[in-house]
């Protein structure tokens, strides 16, 4: 069954899929350009040098043609490369402007995923704290069992998600973070998807 975070992210994927064809499409009109421009070029270098060797127009017009080539191509990875980084940003915009609700379910199942045994300190930034739910800290309880989570009074300064900190150690669950973390993995996902 979907939940509302999957249905946020293949919305996120369609979105960016239909982006990455837009830049896909524009990328190759601007290499046809460019393969045209240059194929020009080179009749017209050909035309002058005809006279002296027909082996020499035919180079010039080749080593155009490969340079068109290799620039589309270029430019083509690019645009592709771009979709994606846009696809993981907006993912990453989409969990931190989630409703209240949804984005503190997403803080507890990334606290049962995270948590280390031992007694803690959750360290949110301020506008978490505002609007946390008043039974967060029974949710927190409940879903990471064994485990002492208290939810500190003061601010700490992320932009979104939470430190876990067990004494000296701190468990960085912010979504950059967790992004940076899953970057290659999410890249490839992101890729296989938009460019299957």
Do not use: W
């Not at 020499?56 to 043609?65: E, F, L, N, Q, S």
């Not at 771009?82 to 379910?105: C, G, M, T, W």
């Not at 507890?108 to 609007?131: I, S, V, W």
């Not at 939470?162 to 967790?178: E, K, P, Q, R």
């Amino acid at each position: 069954m979907a939940t509302g975070l999957d249905r946020i992210i293949e919305q996120i994927l369609a979105d960016a899929e239909a982006k990455a064809a837009e830049q896909v499409a524009a990328a190759e009109e601007e290499a046809k350009k460019t393969l045209a421009d240059a194929a020009a070029e080179a009749e017209q270098k050909a035309n002058v040098l005809l006279a002296d060797s027909e082996k020499v127009g035919a180079d010039i017009k080749a080593r155009a043609a490969s340079t068109a080539e290799f620039t589309r191509r270029r430019t083509v990875l690019a645009a592709k490369q771009n979709a994606i980084r846009d696809v993981i940003a907006a993912a990453q915009k989409e969990l931190h402007d989630l409703p209240d609700d949804e984005y503190f379910s997403v803080l507890l199942k990334l606290a049962q995923k995270n948590a280390l045994p031992g007694d803690a300190e959750m360290q949110l930034n301020e506008k978490d704290l505002a609007r946390m739910p008043q039974d967060f800290s029974a949710q927190l309880k409940a879903v990471v069992p064994g485990t002492n989570i208290t939810v500190s009074n003061t601010p700490c300064n992320i932009p979104d998600g939470f430190l876990l900190v067990y004494g000296g150690i701190d468990v960085n669950c912010t979504f950059a973070s967790l992004f940076e973390a899953a970057g290659d993995t999410l890249q490839d996902l992101a890729g296989g998807m938009l460019f299957r």
